[in-house]
């Protein structure tokens, strides 16, 4: 009896402990939005050229089995285009559908397949509208899914692993790409077609995905997710805001235009510090006659924009012109108050 006992009590303990490990991985949804992940081209060598959004969700997931290794996964379709035609509506729509996700227990943290060329907009979104401490991770990638060394399975299986990280709780909305995991407050496209194009120069990523595991060596202060005061639960519309790039001889007539199709705010992508010309400032001086927002912003990268009385406008603090265009859209959602829309530029 003892001989045939310990190998039988030794199985069923392997098939317990599988069981328990199994129902110990976290659940991650993935919502698929398109891009560059999810391209196709004709040719296995074809970087440019290529059709983003090809690919469905199912076959994202299909190409990377490991996944199921460190997590229970599953996918949604949300849309499939290139990140370029991301409207304002379909992110408002995204924020919501993430945080419906996020409010059920059976859902420990969400994964985005988005584009690269707007991505770092839809995570700042969601970043400031997310109502939850769960991880929500952006994955993207540079090369098409058909192309030699795809870098998007692995970067959707690093952003799976990050999402499903228990120290991943309550560092707001992140961004994974070429093993680097960055905030959605500091990380910007910043060369147009390398891998290693997406980083936050001064600031530095929030941590790095290195042999199996997630290494994290920084926290932001800016306010976010279940800090922040914006809700969009039951927005249908936002607020239009418009980027104006500041340059040589930039005539006032194009705030003008801004100003004749109703634009609620205008976002300046100035020059050095946000410094602007002799015609760029009564462009915005009469746009805020309009009672159209003006907030200046710099179009180098990097750096703080300080205020100067002697010029019109707010100042977007440390906010590239996408990610202040962004954040003037929820303001506006709440206030129309130049003092307390200034106050949220300092504070997230």
């Not at 990377?64 to 997590?71: F, Q």
Request: proline share 4%; hydrophobic share 40%; charged share 20%.
């Amino acid at each position: 009896m003892e001989r045939w006992l310990k190998p039988f009590l030794f199985f069923i303990f392997c098939v317990v402990f599988t069981a328990n490990a199994a129902e110990r991985l976290p659940n991650i949804v993935i919502l698929a939005t398109g891009g560059t992940i999810a391209g196709s081209a004709a040719a296995n060598t074809q970087t440019t050229g290529y059709k983003a959004g090809a690919l469905g969700v199912d076959t994202l997931i299909k190409a990377v089995p490991e996944l199921t290794a460190i997590a229970n996964v599953k996918g949604e379709q949300f849309a499939n285009i290139a990140s370029e035609n991301m409207t304002g509506d379909l992110v408002l729509r995204l924020s919501q559908r993430v945080n419906a996700l996020l409010a059920q227990n059976d859902v420990d943290g969400v994964v985005i397949t988005h584009g690269t060329d707007t991505v770092e907009e839809s995570a700042y979104f969601l970043h400031l509208t997310v109502k939850s401490d769960k991880p929500v991770v952006f994955a993207a990638a540079m090369r098409p899914a058909t192309a030699i060394s795809a870098d998007g399975p692995m970067n959707l299986l690093t952003a799976v692993r990050a999402a499903g990280d228990s120290q991943s709780r309550g560092r707001g909305v992140m961004v994974v790409l070429n093993d680097r995991i960055g905030s959605a407050r500091y990380i910007t496209k910043t060369n147009a077609s390398t891998l290693d194009t997406f980083r936050a120069t001064e600031e530095g990523y929030l941590g790095v995905a290195i042999g199996n595991r997630i290494y994290y060596q920084n926290r932001i202060d800016k306010l976010h997710t279940t800090h922040s005061v914006f809700d969009v639960s039951g927005l249908k519309t936002l607020p239009k805001v418009d980027i104006i790039y500041g340059y040589q001889d930039d005539p006032e007539y194009l705030y003008d235009a801004a100003i004749s199709h109703g634009v609620k705010g205008i976002v300046y992508a100035g020059m050095g510090a946000g410094s602007v010309s002799v015609r760029g400032e009564a462009g915005m001086r009469n746009a805020e006659k309009q009672g159209v927002i003006v907030v200046r912003s710099s179009r180098t990268g990097n750096g703080i924009v300080p205020p100067d009385d002697a010029l019109p406008g707010l100042t977007a603090d440390s906010l590239n012109p996408a990610h202040a265009r962004i954040l003037l859209m929820l303001a506006l959602t709440r206030t129309t108050a130049p003092a307390e829309i200034q106050q949220y530029f300092h504070r997230y």
